[in-house]
């Protein structure tokens, strides 16, 4: 399977603990997006890599969150103290930049993180 | 800021019934317009797209045509089938100087196919 592909695709946890996850991208694709996506909403975008550079993190719901995609090739998204309202869908989504508008985003699967 | 508005759901209709779902959008410039398709149990997938006005994007039956003198990207299909239940999300892409090619997302519109 050459798509975008998201672990642990369930986590569940205790408020207060640190959460990490995985997003591996479709392998030429320079460009990593997350979104969080809440029951009845659309996805929400947080933060975006081009290559290993983050170059878009003001979204990012608060300073517990941050974002990583160290040799710009997997990215990992961590939540640190969670809280009950972090429970959602995390969903990442890849794409090929080529200097064109709009190249189409791939997404994953997604994480569903349920905080108690 | 930027921002989608598409019908509320859920939307039920019968096999081979018309379909509409209404997207209207808030953006500076000359965004592109999307709408994803999320079927039961499986990730976000594009269906059409448009990037300029009076583009028409159409696939699997489905269409959607861009009208920017009513920011509209409303999507049709003429005949559904059971296997076109799904959620449908209606998106757009800022196109302006600095921005970062991210999706700005509806909340998305369930639709059930009865046969």
Redesign the interface.
Known sequence: DTGVSQNPRHKITKRGQNVTFRCDPISEHNRLYWYRQTLGQGPEFLTYFQNEAQLEKSRLLSDRFSAERPKGSFSTLEIQRTEQGDSAMYLCASSLDRGRRNNEQFFGPGTRLTVL | GDS?TQMEGPVTLSEEAFLTINCTYTATGYP?L?W?VQYPG?????LL?A?KADDKGSNKGFEATYRKETTSFHLEKGSVQVSDSAVY?C?L?P?YGGS?????????TKLSVKP
Not at chain 2, 100 to 108: R, S, T, V
């Open positions: 989608v592109s999307f994803y499986e990730g976000l997938q594009l797209k990037t999300f998106a892409s196109n970062q090619g991210n999706l700005i997302f509806g909340k998305g």
